[in-house]
T-cell receptor, first 109, second 112 residues
């Protein structure tokens, strides 16, 4: 079993819908990252969290350290949000990232 | 432009060949990484360097050898390429533990 699990694996939404992607992990971490991989392949870092909640535009990321769970929310989704969203956790002082398997999001107009 | 740049973007080569992928960052970051993304889009750390020193070396075959001539460059040399080496290789950099990562655009390696 992967140390970082994401759900759902695939998600199709209609434009304007509120979207939630979940990430659970089974190891001790120093931080959690949410990444976005566009259809063209490039990877962009969205958030780094060690506690609480962060917001950037229509994106909100939360983390519950006790429950070892994080969520990425997208409000008022748009077709340009279509991408793979990847959760990754950083373990200890090595700065080593362990990745989830990604969630493929398709937002239809 | 400030960025992490990888070359080449695409690389097609025959089994048994030796090839290199170059990575350069002009962000002044201390730490650089190589990640491999397999055909199922799963990312995995390969190597990490901090200020030219190797700090992470995952269970990667010895045919893969990273080289960091200075903290702005981390190159990946692969000897005796195999079909299973076909993947997308991403370089990334970070200022340190408490910061996010900046990724290169990836190098798609195809071994035929």
């Amino acid at each position: 079993k992967n140390e970082v699990e994401q759900s759902p694996q695939n998600l199709t939404a209609q434009e304007g819908e509120f979207i939630t992607i979940n990430c659970s992990y089974s190891v001790g971490i120093s931080a959690l990252h949410w990444l976005q991989q566009h259809p063209g392949g490039g990877i962009v870092s969205l958030f780094m969290l060690s506690s609480g909640k962060k917001k950037h535009g229509r994106l909100i990321a939360t983390i519950n350290i006790q429950e070892k769970h994080s969520s990425l929310h997208i409000t008022a989704s748009h077709p340009r949000d279509s991408a793979v969203y990847i959760c990754a956790v950083r373990r200890g002082a090595t700065n080593k990232l362990i990745f989830g398997t990604g969630t493929l999001l398709a937002v239809q107009p | 432009d400030t960025a992490v740049s990888q070359t080449p973007k695409y690389l097609v080569t025959q089994m048994g060949n030796d090839k290199s992928i170059k990575c350069e960052q002009n962000l002044g970051h201390d730490t650089m990484y190589w990640y491999k993304q397999d055909s199922k889009k799963f990312l995995k750390i390969m190597f990490s360097y901090n200020n030219k020193e190797l700090i992470i070396n995952e269970t990667v075959p010895n045919r893969f050898s990273p080289k960091s001539p200075d903290k702005a460059h981390l190159n990946l040399h692969i000897n005796s390429l195999e079909l299973g080496d076909s993947a997308v290789y991403f370089c990334a950099s970070s200022p340190g533990e408490s910061y996010g990562y900046t990724f290169g655009s990836g190098t798609r390696l195809t071994v035929v």
